[in-house]
């Protein structure tokens, strides 16, 4: 079956009850009849459930449709995309190893691995998105990772997945890449030779702004370390959150087939505008990475990014003049936002930092959402006007 079918027909047993529908496990254990069931489920002989700290039919079942969209052998959910970032380090991450990244990835993974991993004796470094000839030359012998975001949020900088699994096929390290912004029916960095693909569920696959969660999927080895790491440290998902997202991943294709044709159609329309200094858009030929984009993602996706030429005035006037769009920190909902992550999301990050990701302070980012297209362009155009 193709992955978009079994997002939508893969599902948990049937009770009793004969459901369509999978209904919620809103329970903390499960039952065992006897000893000997509740021995060998212990002893990992059966794959029965036993607390769903470990492991819960409903999370089950949406972390089984993620590896068929990714092409993946396994996984594991996550209560927030954070945590399942974070278990991905941690759990294959040691004292004196080091992990290469790239200097456009989110302000919270950045915190951790500026902040945090340095605690644990982990060491990083950043090569800059658009130049990707420091890829190579940044790899030292002690390297164990390279982690990367492609498209990168909020700057949109393409980065080439075929050229950066060579590399670590060269040098035998592990790819692990966060595909959130592009979603499995957009981009399989798996079959990209990714070893690891972690997400946000919370943006796009959620899709309509409601639950935090967080996956990740790839190679069986690595993805049971996850899970053993997971099971004691306690990063789980809910069920409930579980049941929102499986339900959730039946219509992600669809959506984001609507959000990439809103999103491409008002790149068009802003491209020009004389308020507007740079527009970024995957799949706009303008964009620096245009010719990696079209190779490795379906669609342009459902992100689009300007730059202001009146600068941060501007940026925050015109969120000011919105009247439908969203002023709120979320992406990959129904309803289209509006950021400006120069005094928000990258707020943390020193001037330099910013500039070095392209994040200017005039830079506005826009989720487009569900809406009638005709909409969410009067809307941007009218506050466009007059900031
Ligand atoms: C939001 C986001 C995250 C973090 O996910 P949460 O679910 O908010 O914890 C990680 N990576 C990217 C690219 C994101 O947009």
């Known amino acids: 079956m193709n992955p978009i079918t079994k997002a939508i027909r893969i599902q948990t ?15 903390s254990s ?14 990992d002989e059966s794959d029965d459930n036993i607390y769903s700290r470990f492991s819960n039919p409903g999370v089950k079942e949406f972390t089984d449709k993620m ?9 594991y959910a996550t209560s927030s995309g954070m945590s399942a970032v974070f278990a991905s380090f941690m759990a294959l991450l040691k004292k004196g190893d080091h992990l290469l990244s790239c200097n456009s990835i989110f302000g919270s993974t950045h915190t951790i691995i500026k902040k945090y991993l340095p605690n644990y004796g982990i060491e990083y470094s950043y090569i800059s998105a658009d130049k990707p000839e420091e890829w190579e030359a940044a790899i030292r012998p002690n390297t164990k990772m390279i982690y990367l975001e492609t498209p990168t949020n909020p700057g949109l ?14 040098y035998n390290l592990i790819l692990n890449v966060d595909n959130c912004f592009a979603t499995p029916v957009n981009q399989r960095p798996i079959d990209l030779g990714a070893h690891l693909v972690v997400h946000s569920a919370t ?6 702004g409601r639950v935090l969660g967080g996956v990740v999927v790839g190679k069986k080895e690595l993805v049971q370390d996850i899970y053993l790491f997971c099971r004691s440290t306690g990063p789980a998902m809910s069920p409930f959150n579980a049941w929102v997202l499986s339900k959730s991943l039946e219509t992600l294709d669809v959506r984001m087939e609507r959000h990439a044709k809103n999103a491409l159609q008002l790149a068009k329309t802003l491209e020009h505008h004389p308020k507007i200094s740079f527009l970024k858009y995957p799949f706009l030929p303008s964009h620096p990475q245009y010719e990696i984009a079209i190779k490795q993602m379906q669609n342009g996706g459902g992100i689009v990014c300007f730059d202001l030429k009146g600068g941060l005035e501007s940026g925050r006037s015109f969120l000011n003049n919105l009247t439908m769009l969203s002023l709120t920190a979320n992406l990959g909902d129904t309803r289209s936002i509006a950021s400006h992550p120069a005094s928000t999301t990258h707020a943390k990050l020193t ?11 005039g830079l506005i980012r826009i989720s487009v959402g569900l809406e009638h297209v005709d909409d969410i362009l009067a809307d941007i155009l009218q506050a ?3 900031c």
Do not use: Y
């Open 384 to 386: 466009l006007e007059n």
């Open 157 to 170: 900088a393409i980065i080439d997945l075929e050229m950066v699994s060579a590399l670590a096929k060269k």
């Open 13 to 27: 047993e049937r009770t009793n009850e004969m459901e369509h529908s999978t209904p919620l496990f809103l329970t």
């Open 351 to 361: 001037d330099e930092e910013r500039l070095a990701t392209n994040i200017t302070p």
């Open 30 to 43: 499960f039952c065992f009849d006897d000893a000997e069931e509740m021995r060998a489920a212990f002893a």
């Open 203 to 208: 943006k796009w696959i959620d899709g309509q």
């Open 67 to 75: 590896v068929a969209l990714e092409g993946a052998e396994a996984g």
